[in-house]
């Protein structure tokens, strides 16, 4: 295996883990950094060693690598305004450079193995597609895939905007995510009274006029502080859907499903549990079993509905999709092409980095 990947990637540990347990022998690794000064690194790779499989990593956890895609993204809208500052710890900013910048390098990857028939585990293309949230969404429901109804298909202004189009839909329940956001960055769960009252619940705070991800999600009922949280978070390109009703885990809370698709079959899969809108680990949610909290038919509509994505999304091999589970529907919330990170959770005996090691890696 070709590993392209941040430095010190903990991704990279575990894919370098499988693969010795397996028997395999330990993936090369490209570090984008340098691939973002010079792609033809990739094409020299894949010329000594042209049946290897070439995996995309998360660019995440790494700063300098953040700072460097958002400042190649900055120079190529023109260089407006003041050159972007670094970015302190959780600080959600400058998203619009960012992904300019990644999708650059991703073409830029794409161009230098022209004629080489690359072997991607998940193709650039594919991965830009799943990192835009909203292009994700338009393709899935191209394909006929339910997903949570949007607030129009184009990113949302502001504050007023929102309430606006929530309005006119006669929704009273929103969620608005970030186009390029990750995990619970840039998510706002939110509640529109009738009487002019609202409720936020969101896992980023504005603090001193910086948008910041926390760990503990917190709820607002300030019209002014919200107006402010969303007004930020939309300057930075979001989107809104319909809030729609989880199923219950008994006391414990509302759940949704992660699940790992690999050449276009069902894998490890896991059932997020929270008492508060948001469903994501990390922000300190149970997890559990799925066999325990769904009937097989669920488990069966669950497993056809990841197969539909995973052919929507073709060529693309691996992708975690997190979906709600409902009684009479199967709604996707995301396809991730980073998905794959669920530790401890097996399938058939293995983890999904062992999955990937025994397909994708070579014989030692």
Not at 32 to 54: D, K, N, R, T
Request: positive net charge.
């Amino acid at each position: 295996m070709l590993l392209l990947a941040p430095a010190g990637s903990r991704r990279v540990a575990l894919m370098q883990s499988a693969l010795a347990k397996a028997g395999r022998k330990p993936a090369t690794v490209l570090d984008y950094q340098a691939l973002l000064a010079s792609p033809a690194l990739l094409a020299e790779e894949l010329a000594a060693h042209p049946e290897v499989f070439i995996k995309l990593e998360s660019p995440g956890e790494n700063p300098q690598l953040e700072a460097a895609l958002i400042d190649r993204g900055w120079q190529l809208a023109g260089c407006p305004g003041a050159r972007p500052a670094a970015l302190q710890h959780g600080e959600l900013a400058a998203r619009r450079y960012w992904f300019r910048g990644f999708a650059a390098l991703m073409q830029s990857l794409e161009n230098a193995v022209q004629g080489l028939r690359p072997n991607w585990v998940n193709p650039p293309a594919q991965v830009l597609l799943m990192g835009d949230k909203l292009a994700c969404r338009a393709q899935l429901a191209a394909a006929g895939i339910c997903q949570p109804e949007g607030l129009g298909e184009a990113e949302i202004q502001g504050f007023d905007d929102l309430l606006a189009r929530s309005r006119a839909m006669g929704i009273d329940r929103v969620f608005l995510k970030a186009r390029y956001g990750s995990s619970a960055a840039g998510v706002v769960a939110c509640r529109f009274h009738r009487d002019g009252r609202l409720q936020l619940e969101s896992a980023t705070r504005l603090v001193s006029g910086r948008l910041v991800n926390c760990l503990k999600p917190q709820r607002l009922a300030d019209a002014k502080a919200a107006r402010a949280l969303i007004d930020a978070l939309c300057r930075e390109s979001a989107y809104a859907e319909h809030w729609i009703a989880k199923p219950r885990a008994g006391s414990l809370g509302q759940f949704d499903v992660r699940l790992v698709m690999l050449r276009g079959e069902p894998r490890q899969r896991l059932a997020r549990i929270s008492s508060g809108a948001l469903t994501n680990l990390h922000l300190g949610n149970r997890r559990a079993d799925v066999a325990q909290l769904l009937e097989p038919a669920d488990r069966q509509r669950l497993e056809r509905t990841g197969r539909q994505v995973a052919q929507a999304l073709a060529p693309a091999q691996l992708m975690g999709i997190d979906v709600i589970v409902g009684k009479n529907r199967v709604d996707v919330l995301e396809a991730n092409a980073f998905g794959d990170l669920l530790l401890g959770v097996t399938h058939a005996g293995r983890l999904a980095h062992q999955d990937q090691a025994m397909l994708f890696g070579q014989a030692a």
